[in-house]
């Protein structure tokens, strides 16, 4: 009835309705979910929320546990309870089947491997006059230290320039990095997995649209958008370029890392240590977007 009453209305008043068509839509599948109520069936009593939680526990810190050595488990504690299957119990929240748990995840390989591994993808920029740019960057994971290699439109000759750069200004460094993670961007070709494979780097591709396979190049993306480039207007290439190197810089000499107990790449391990009564100074960075802050000498 509200749908049809809505056509004896003006279309310019149809704005002003508080009913919308979601609205209506919601109430038919309340009124949907109320008639296909079943009363519910008895079965096996109810696992209380303690031993629930017990369960998830001794599977998350287990991985190779099943859920018959789970059940002996709580047997050996003293708890009666039937065995479930995985299968059976995988509407719990945070269950998953002991197959899938002691299955090694890119991110437990990347963690273990961190110090060798080097991170590279690149990312878009729209200036003012709606020309696209794209930025190549690298990241060391081990050590979250960013190369920023270049900004362009890219081509293969280009992406592979840029490969040889970036092996020239790490090193010495490059003995102890073992691979090179990328994703399947055509802008990747051959001969660019094969400048880092004379270097003894093994390159490994993503999964097919898995960008979190990439997730640490994936998160400096996403931060170097959310504290720089979401807040800014950008005239070409040469504005690109400076921005996002000094923002480099910050990120690398100053901004605390989580992973690295809140310390900068090339910062000391250690912060200084506060003294009371000393004046806190700070310096104004990209036009005071980013701020640097320091105790008075």
Avoid at 92 to 104: E, L
Avoid at 154 to 168: G, I, T
Avoid at 226 to 246: Q, Y
């Amino acid at each position: 009835m509200l749908a049809g009453l809505t056509w004896l209305l003006r279309r310019r008043l149809w704005d002003g309705l508080f009913v919308r068509p979601g609205t209506l839509l919601r109430w038919h599948r309340d009124l949907v979910r109320q008639r296909w109520t079943y009363p519910s069936r008895r079965g096996r009593r109810p696992v209380t929320g303690e031993i629930r939680g017990l369960v998830l526990r001794l599977a998350r810190e287990n991985s190779t546990w099943g859920y018959r050595r789970i059940h002996g488990e709580l047997r050996r504690l003293g708890y009666r309870v039937v065995p479930v299957p995985t299968g059976s119990s995988s509407t719990w929240p945070g269950s998953i089947p002991a197959r899938k748990r002691s299955a090694v995840t890119w991110r437990q390989f990347l963690g273990a491997q961190a110090q060798g591994v080097l991170a590279v993808d690149f990312f878009t920029v729209d200036t003012v006059l709606l020309r696209r740019l794209y930025v190549l960057f690298a990241v060391e994971v081990g050590s979250r230290w960013v190369h920023v290699l270049g900004t362009a439109h890219p081509v293969e000759e280009w992406v592979v320039q840029q490969a040889r750069n970036l092996l020239m200004d790490l090193g010495e460094r490059d003995d102890r990095l073992r691979f090179l993670l990328r994703d399947r961007d055509t802008k990747f070709s051959a001969v660019f997995d094969a400048v880092f494979a004379a270097a003894g780097i093994d390159v490994l591709t993503t999964p097919a649209r898995a960008p979190r396979a990439n997730a640490y190049a994936e998160r400096w993306v996403g931060t170097v958008r959310r504290e720089l480039l979401d807040r800014v207007l950008l005239f070409g290439r040469r504005h690109l370029e400076s921005v996002v190197a000094e923002f480099v810089d910050h990120d690398n000499s100053h901004r605390p890392h989580r992973s690295l107990a809140q310390a900068p790449p090339l910062g000391p391990a250690q912060p200084p240590v506060a003294i009371a009564g000393r004046r806190v100074l700070r310096r104004d960075r990209l036009g005071g977007m980013v701020g640097e802050y320091s105790q008075a000498a």
